[in-house]
């Protein structure tokens, strides 16, 4: 359970590394024919990587975890917008990903490798200021429609398939249309908070889905995380003088910028507090915040103190999943491995911490 193997490198994506899915191969050709070019993945972090691939292929490194939560069509607006807010301090705490190709680069590279593995734009596109298709948005929301109305407008179908239903038709009948243009279109639109339509045994229903977060390091350390962002989404979408309407939506995104380089060591802005590091942020405003989310969730005081603890016990010890690998990595330089081989060692010790599933807050860095 990692953001992004460490010890992958790019031979391993050549030959048929792609599962056999004609919707991952009709992307792939989708995404190069769009583009006219092979595909630069160019990320300067503490280390710099600048490569060509000629597939999607580098995109597959990425894993995360995704939380949804299920919301009314009035409520969805608020919850999105909240969800926005968070991202940044949630990325942060969670980071887990520093390594690619062997390189150094953002605390969590994953979230800038999934955003140019998956550019459908060549330069002069970029240049013009056509979106991309991993879209963090440009402005806070009044309904799901703002979302829905912004697939259509700013990103052409990647895979245009098209069914015979007709939905007008399906809901005067008195049945749920299933949507699946919107569905499949919207599966190509990669936003960090992503609406999503669904339907399950004839039942429509909205969520707003969360795919800001890594993946691990350990089982805790995800409930940790997944604690920490329903309870806090709970109060922000709650108030009666929202956050988001005294914070510009252009500082959300320069938070989570910062917070996906630096991780737990950034500096964001928040309303009320100014410019803060956000370990600072997360111990005064965020935790208080989460912990009263939960307990109007109903989770027991009990439950909401143990994972909470472990997201207090990481912003006070400045260790989550990033830092841990970094400092490992480093320790096992000192002793004299090189580069790959300090990657395979701090993964060796990585995997046996994943097992025991004691908090990342708790792993030991070797001596060097």
Not at 251 to 265: M, Q, V, W
């Amino acid at each position: 359970m990692i953001g992004i193997l460490p010890t992958v490198m790019p031979e391993h994506f050549e030959g048929a590394w792609m599962s056999e899915s004609t919707r991952y191969t009709a992307l792939n050709e989708s995404i190069f024919s769009s583009r006219g070019e092979d595909l630069l993945i160019d990320i300067q972090g503490a280390e710099r990587l600048a490569m060509y691939s000629r597939t999607i292929a580098p995109e597959s490194a990425c894993t995360s975890v995704q939380l949804h939560l299920q919301v009314s069509p009035s409520r969805f607006a608020p919850n999105w917008n909240a969800a926005q807010l968070l991202a940044g301090p949630q990325l942060a705490m969670g980071a887990n990903s520093p390594f690619f190709f062997g390189r150094q680069l953002w605390a969590e590279t994953r979230t800038e490798l999934f955003a140019q593995a998956t550019d459908t734009r060549p330069q002069e596109l970029k240049n013009q200021g056509v979106r991309p298709r991993v879209f963090f948005g440009e402005r806070w929301i009044t309904s799901i429609f703002d979302l829905f109305e912004e697939n259509v407008r700013f990103f052409p179908s990647l895979i245009p398939e098209i069914t015979d239903e007709d939905p007008v038709a399906v809901l005067e009948e008195g049945r749920t249309p299933r949507l699946q243009e919107l569905r499949l279109h919207n599966g190509t639109v990669y936003r960090w908070n992503r609406p999503v339509y669904d339907v399950v045994d004839g039942r429509p229903h909205l969520r707003v889905e969360n795919r800001v977060l890594p993946a691990g390091p350990t089982v805790i350390d995800v409930m940790a995380n997944a604690a920490f962002y329903y309870g806090a989404l709970r109060v922000l979408a709650e108030e009666d003088r929202p956050l988001w309407t005294k914070m510009s939506f252009s500082s959300a995104h320069e938070n989570f910028l910062s917070c996906a380089k630096r991780g737990i060591d950034a500096r964001v802005y928040w309303p009320g507090a100014g410019e803060v590091t956000v370990d600072e942020l997360v111990l005064r405003r965020l935790l208080p915040m989460a912990a009263e989310g939960l307990k109007r969730w109903g989770v027991a005081g009990e439950v909401a103190d143990r994972y909470l603890g472990v997201i207090e016990a990481r912003a006070k010890s400045g260790r989550n999943g990033a830092s841990w690998q970094i400092d490992t990595v480093r320790a096992m330089q000192q002793r004299g491995l090189d580069r790959a081989k300090a990657l395979r060692a701090m993964l060796e010790l990585y995997c046996q911490n994943m097992h025991s599933n004691e908090p990342v807050h708790t792993w030991e860095v070797p001596n060097p």
